[in-house]
């Protein structure tokens, strides 16, 4: 915007970005290895062009020619056939002649050409096969045919209506709202205009007429093998229709009837097809039962053999056909002529044909953009046959290779727009700057018809989006207005200061709002923006768009990210676009409930990995309120090295038009805050253009990219992203980075992977993320939000089931799948939580209660308090961005040791309420009374103080308030101050009872404790300690009966998890069967640094676990009411290697307790360096079987560990 209006708010692009001129200066560090490898060595060797291509097998050609050929066919001045010929003669003469003529050199000569005639053959054989055969008449493999008759993508928000209160209605509904569907089908999202108040005036009519959305009708399916041959089916099957008469009956390619019967189905093999079937769109057929593709998942890999531009011949292709009648409204005669008819695909996977009545339409790839075409001089009003041809494999699958699974199909709405002939707005553009600026330039036809007597409005209104879903309150007035003739003349009844331009096929608006509101991620503010094409005589209208707009600025000040001149603090996560039962299709009811899951746990952001999304999502994330990162559909993970279509010429075009269209449709939405060029591709001239193409369209959002992780692909801090976004590095490299790039905000594009039992340590990253003195560091976002599993179909009833890659393989894709590395999200594929969400909830909450003079150390994940006096004091901080303490409320309550938890809540204890003032500084002080603390203080107990921090008012993303987390929680520990000493301890008093009593006995191979209790005639063995392990063997109750069915040992392995493998598994997989059974040479060598080669090389394996072997075992106190009990014990591997040294002390007490304390000693010499950490620290037993429940005093009630408890509560469950 700022290309046509100077004054509007441009970011500044950081320095270090500016002054680069890529790719020759750029910092040393950060050297283009992977550009200059590409360009002068694997572009030649591993060609990814038709142009490569044919210069590498065309030098191999010539050098067989210059090398070979040459040398042995002209020999001196005699030519080989020559020689041959002469050397038979002279054989007849003379057998025992011995030149150049004699048999043996003869025999060498037969064999040179033998061989040499083979190797040629074979070269323009394998040429011929694998690339030149391909080049012609295949579109589908090749990087410059991206699009053929495709029109250009417009905002998403484009309806061609016709009323303004209905336009409303209609901007403020996340659905792509369509028209009704006259002939009676079902399924069609459709608005109706009403008379409740603020709601619009239609009256009953249909909101949006124009707009008809081809969902749910009657589509028919085929499947086939190849492309050509879906191709020639269709235009067989349009033959086969014109020859009977029936054009638009349903005629098998065979010219059989089909009725309402099936044919027979078969698999893809040979020459049979599945005949027509009944399909649903959208729906990817590849989650279809029935049809025999299944659906692949890949984190790195192809799932074909990877020589772009090409792709297999056997290559799954859906023809898809409907044959539909125009809605009756639009089969006016007097209309219909006039009327301009484009058809919109806003999702197809991956690269499709279109054909109508007969027609070849066009040619469109990329799965995530809309793609739209002219059907004006192909429709009729009635019987219109419409045949779309998707491959599922294209040239544009190699910018594809996104980790998620690939499917296949039309897995987004369809729709057919009618626009009449004075409806001459085609796009608009608009950005709304935090001081009120607002800037609009709509685009127009330029063979407009009736010029002079139309004129264009503008109306901003202060709409209030009553539900997700839709409904609308406001005022019938509008907040400013303008109206603009097409030939300059304006008129004007707002006191802002318009300025307009002459009509040059655009129309530029700019205004100054005053006192507007604000949008960001805490207070969502939008405004609906009303455009109008009016006729200037007597005001009727011919065509109305609408959008939700966010008045916000995004900036770049000293290396700090800002929102409205405030730093931001990114609490983000990774989200693909998922459904277990849909794949890739999702509803709006399923985006609006995984936003709102992301609000509930304290995130803010979302990173679109790594595509676009549908529509809707972004305008749900403008109304809740969540910061978007939108990223461009390109990966090219698989390709080795990863940037060799990024730097290649002939795939420009598919580069620069995906980041381009998802920047046409996206950029009116407040929501997204950067862009993103898109995911591991390396780096090279191709993203250098994207990048200044992006720049020309929208200087309002910084641009971020991610080239892969490695140093050759920059490591995310390349001249091509104004913000760095690494991926993967330790809390100290991540300083680092901040130290490194101070004029760059760093901000993780992941940074920590929820595969399995995962997300330890997370509140390092934290810790640095709020220090103040790293101002540049703001957060980042989590890799993933959803486990990307299927739901398993089971015969007969039973419990629900995800599967991951490996479930879905057949015969076509043997060991292509990457198994289960798609279960990697926070949540399960059905939108259950993980433990580690508790955590990452905590460490994100925008409240936090910050050290003060009462804790008495640093540690803030293990704070307690003391205080003598009668006044207690807590200090919180606040993060908000925009709300303030008036905003919120805290309720607290004391609980003790003796105070059970049910589902994170105590009934037990009083609770009390809090509410802060406005007044109240950043740093929040709370006063409390001293009194109740001291009611829940024993001398015998422990007491805990917890806080709950709620919002005042119910929020968008809270849909009922017993379904919401607290935004924030803290619980601290009070402790009374040790009487004699300076120092602040918890007291801890042994429990003294009188007349009871205990016992040591030992043997030659134990030691026995007996205890009698007060009121007991006799003792009772307790416990019975091991000489030779050292360990528990025996533990009894009060009752005398037995706890334990096996001994108490010290446990230090545990199974291994994806992210302690290192990814192994996958790697192995990956591998030829060649290669396969030399994997413990690899392991050795490619993967000596992942845990689990360290742990099972220390003998940490959990099938076969080090033993305990007890060096010294002694009493050390006894006493009548306790006793002491000392071991040093040695942890000895199956080897027969000692590991390391455990101190354990068993504290006895005559209650029938122990109390275990266990010291490990570091290891010495070579293995502190081979032992980076332990898989576990604990103890293992197996408990008597008859024991039902368990009580216990920690952390709960969520999984916690020691590196994953911060957001665990303290008390007993």
């Known amino acids: 915007m700022n290309f046509y209006f100077p004054q509007a708010h441009a970011y500044k692009v950081p320095p270090s970005v500016q002054n680069a001129v890529y790719p020759f ?84 000569l037969w064999n040179q050409f033998y061989v040499l005639t083979v190797v040629t053959i074979t070269v323009i054989v394998v040429a011929w096969r694998r690339v030149f055969r391909r080049f012609s008449g295949r579109p589908w493999m090749d990087p410059n045919y991206t699009e053929f008759n495709r029109l250009p993508v417009c905002n998403s928000f484009m309806r061609w209506m016709v009323d303004e209160e209905g336009a409303r209605d209609v901007a403020c509904c996340p659905f792509l709202v369509a028209t009704a569907d006259y002939r009676g089908g079902e399924g069609c999202q459709t608005m109706k205009g009403g008379d409740d108040k603020g709601g619009g005036g239609g009256g009953g009519v249909d909101l949006v007429p124009n707009v008809w959305n081809m969902d749910q009708q009657q589509w028919k399916f085929q499947l086939y093998n190849t492309v050509e041959r879906a191709l020639n089916v269709v235009y067989q099957e349009w033959d086969n229709d014109l020859e009977h008469g029936a054009v638009g009956d349903d005629i098998v390619n065979d010219g059989g009837t089909m009725g309402s019967t099936w044919m027979k189905q078969s698999s893809m093999d040979g020459n049979e097809v599945i005949s027509w079937r009944p399909i649903t769109v959208p729906a990817n057929w590849t989650m279809l039962e029935g049809i025999p593709d299944k659906p692949i998942y890949t984190n790195i890999k192809y799932p074909f053999p990877c020589i772009p531009p090409f792709v297999p011949d056997k290559n799954p292709t859906g023809v898809y056909k409907l044959i539909f009648d125009l809605p009756s409204k639009w089969q006016d005669e007097m209309s219909f002529a006039k009327d301009n008819y484009m058809i919109t695909f806003h999702g197809v996977e991956s690269a499709f044909f279109l054909f109508v009545n007969g027609e070849y339409v066009g040619y469109s790839q990329d799965s995530r953009i809309p793609a739209s075409f002219d059907l004006t001089p192909h429709l009729k009003h009635k019987a219109n046959v419409m045949y779309v041809v998707v491959c599922r494999w294209s040239d544009g699958s190699y910018l594809e290779d996104q ?7 039309i897995h987004r709405s369809v729709e057919l727009l009618r626009r009449g002939p004075d409806m001459d707005i085609l796009d608009y553009r608009v950005q709304a700057d935090m001081d009120g600026s607002l800037f609009i330039c709509v685009d127009l036809k330029k063979t407009m018809s009736r010029i002079n007597q139309k004129r264009i409005s503008f109306k901003l209104f202060d709409d209030e989006q009553s539900t997700p879903m839709g409904g609308r309150e406001g005022e019938h007035l509008p907040v400013w207005s303008v109206v603009q003739e097409i030939n300059g003349a304006s008129n004007s009844n707002s006191n802002s200061n318009s300025t307009e331009e002459e009509f040059t096929g655009e129309i530029r608006v700019s205004a100054k709002i005053e006192g507007v509101k604000l949008w960001n991620a805490e207070d969502p503010n939008l405004y609906t923006l009303v455009i109008g094409m009016v006729n200037s005589n007597d005001g009727a209208i011919y065509q109305v768009e609408s959008c939700r707009i966010g008045f916000r600025s995004v900036d770049i000040e000293d290396g700090v990210l800002m929102l409205n001149r405030k730093p931001i603090t990114i609490c983000g996560v990774n989200r693909h676009e998922h459904h277990p039962d849909h794949g890739k299709v999702v509803s709006v009811e399923s985006m609006a409930r995984d936003i709102e899951i992301v609000k509930n746990n304290n995130f803010n952001a979302i990173r679109t990995s790594h595509y676009p999304n549908a529509a809707p999502f972004y305008r749900l994330c403008d109304y809740y309120g969540v910061f978007v990162c939108d990223e461009a559909n390109l990966e090219t993970h698989g390709m080795m090295p990863m940037g060799k279509l990024a730097d290649d010429i002939c795939w420009s075009k598919a580069f620069v038009e995906r980041v ?42 910084p641009i971020c990219y991610e080239g892969g992780g490695d140093l050759f692909e920059g490591t995310g801090e390349t001249e091509l992203t104004d913000i760095i976004c690494s991926m993967y590095p330790n809390v100290e490299r991540t300083i680092a980075l901040s130290k490194k790039n101070t004029d760059r905000p760093i901000i993780l594009c992941e940074y920590s992977h929820a595969m399995g039992n995962s997300n330890g340590n997370l509140h390092r990253y934290w810790e640095i993320f709020r220090d103040l003195s790293l101002r540049n560091l703001q957060g980042g976002f989590i890799w993933d939000m959803i486990d990307q599993g299927i739901t398993l179909r089971h015969s007969g009833n039973c419990r629900r089931t995800f599967g991951y890659g490996g479930d879905f393989e057949d015969k076509y894709y043997v060991g292509v799948n990457d198994k289960q590395f798609c279960i990697n999200g926070l949540f399960s594929p059905d939108r259950k939580p993980h433990p580690a969400v508790s955590e990452v909830r905590y460490l994100q909450q925008p409240i936090h209660l910050i050290e003060s003079e009462y804790f008495p150390y640093e540690n803030a994940r293990e704070r307690y308090i003391t205080s003598s006096s009668e006044i207690l004091r807590f200090r919180f901080i606040s993060y908000f961005h925009s709300l303030s303490w008036s905003d919120v409320y805290v309720e607290y309550f004391y609980c003790n040791d003796k105070m059970k938890y049910v589902n994170g809540d105590t009934t037990d204890s009083e609770i009390f309420r809090y509410f802060p003032t406005a007044d109240d500084s950043e740093e929040f002080i709370m006063i409390n009374t001293f009194d109740r603390a001291q009611k829940c203080l024993s001398e015998y107990s422990r007491c805990w103080i917890t806080f709950k921090w709620y919002f005042r008012s119910k929020m968008k993303w809270q849909r009922n308030n017993h379904e919401y987390h607290p935004i924030a929680i803290e619980t601290v520990e009070l402790c009374l101050p040790w009487p004699d ?164 002390s068993y504290h006895f007490r005559c209650d029938g307790s122990v109390k275990i304390s266990t010291i490990l000693n570091k290891p010495n010499g070579g293995l502190k360096y081979l032992l980076p950490s332990l898989p576990r620290i604990g103890y293992t037993f197996c408990m008597n079987k008859d024991i039902k429940n368990v009580t216990y005093l920690g952390r709960g ?11 665990s509560m303290i008390g007993v469950w």
């Open 660 to 701: 381009t269209r998802m920047v046409n449709r996206d950029r009116n939405h407040a929501s997204i805050i950067f862009w993103s060029l898109g995911n591991e591709c390396g780096r090279g001239r191709n993203f250098n253009l994207a990048r200044k193409a992006l720049r020309k369209l929208d200087t309002s959002r």
């Open 25 to 108: 200066h750029v910092p040393p560090r950060l050297f283009p290895y992977d550009v200059y490898i590409h360009r002068y060595l694997t572009m030649w060797i591993m060609p990814t062009n038709h142009i490569t291509h044919t210069i590498f097998f065309g030098t191999i050609l010539c050098y067989i020619g210059v090398r070979w050929w040459i040398p042995l066919v002209v020999r001196g001045d005699k030519f080989l056939l020559g020689i041959l010929m002469g050397c038979e003669k002279r054989d007849n003469n003379d057998n025992d002649i011995t030149d150049d003529g004699s048999i043996c050199h003869k025999k060498l």
């Open 1197 to 1207: 009630p969520e999984e916690n560990y020691p590196d994953r408890k911060s957001g």
């Open 403 to 409: 980790d998620h699974w690939w499917m296949a199909g």
């Open 981 to 1144: 000493e300076d120092h602040n301890i918890e007291i801890n008093k042994i429990l003294r009872e009188e007349g009871c009593s205990i016992k040591v006995q030992e043997s030659t191979s134990s030691v026995e404790l007996w205890v009698k209790a007060r009121g007991e005639r006799f003792m009772r063995r307790c416990a019975v300690i091991d000489k030779t392990t050292g360990c528990i063997t025996s533990f009894c109750n009060n009752a005398s009966s037995e706890m334990l069915n096996e001994p108490m040992v010290p446990n230090f392995t545990r199974a291994c998890t994806d992210n302690d493998r290192g990814g192994i598994d996958r790697v192995r997989h990956l591998m030829p069967r060649w290669v396969a059974f030399k994997i413990r040479l690899l392991e050795r060598t490619l993967f000596n640094y992942s845990y689990w080669y360290k742990w099972k090389r220390l003998g940490l394996d959990p099938e076969s676990p080090p033993r305990p072997v007890c060096d010294l075992l002694k009493l050390v106190a006894e006493t009548s009411d306790h006793a002491i009990i000392e071991a040093d014990i040695s942890m000895i591997t199956q080897h027969g290697k000692r590991l390391f040294h455990l101190h354990v």
